[in-house]
């Protein structure tokens, strides 16, 4: 009889544990590596995706990342977007208009210089009544990394928490 009182506290923690596991896996985030370019990204995001290969040779390398996030009666709309680019710089001059002057000509924008880690971006912020969307440019060396994302006003929030975890994890060699 001895042996029975430990089979019921075994298999509570047994399921404790396993549940415990469960929760650690679907709580943490992907982690995107290519190139020069590496971040993490929350597991309810995923990869679109892929253009080029983000090394010294790119002209142009892109990664789309997507979720499906629902409104608050849990109705998805739209989806929303996570694009993170690195575009080389093009040699000689071209004649276009700034990014103060662009932006500025929309309605609820906004454009501040911020610091990122080792590096200092221009971020481009416009919120209206159909959609969101934020873009951080760096200028590193000979490329222009871009970060953007577009999604419905409703899922500004979520969709904001992974944008920064992708800035705050982000690293350029």
């Known amino acids: 009889m001895d042996e029975n009182r430990y089979v019921v506290p075994a298999i509570i923690i047994l399921v404790v544990l396993v549940v415990v596991i469960i929760a650690v896996a679907l709580t943490g985030n992907n982690t995107f590596e290519a ?5 993490q990204y929350p597991n309810s995001w995923g990869q679109n995706h892929l ?4 090394s010294n040779n790119s002209l142009y390398s892109e990664v789309t990342l997507t979720s499906d996030i629902p409104d608050a009666n849990g109705v998805v709309h739209q989806t929303s977007y996570i694009i993170f680019l ?15 002057a662009v932006v500025m000509n929309t309605t609820n924008s906004s454009v501040s210089t911020v610091p990122l880690g080792n590096f200092t971006a221009t ?3 416009s919120y209206g009544p159909n959609l969101a969307e934020k873009i951080t440019i760096i200028n590193l060396n000979n490329y222009y990394y871009v ?3 577009i999604c419905p006003p409703y ?10 975890l992708i ?4 690293k350029i060699t």
């Open 86 to 100: 690195m575009q080389m710089k093009a040699q000689g001059a071209i004649n276009v208009p700034s990014t103060n």
């Open 155 to 164: 899922a500004y929030n979520q969709t904001s928490e992974a944008y920064n």
């Open 167 to 170: 800035l705050d994890t982000m």
């Open 147 to 149: 970060i953007e994302f």
């Open 35 to 39: 190139g020069k370019v590496s971040f």
């Open 123 to 125: 971020q481009i912020g």
């Open 51 to 54: 253009v080029g290969n983000f």
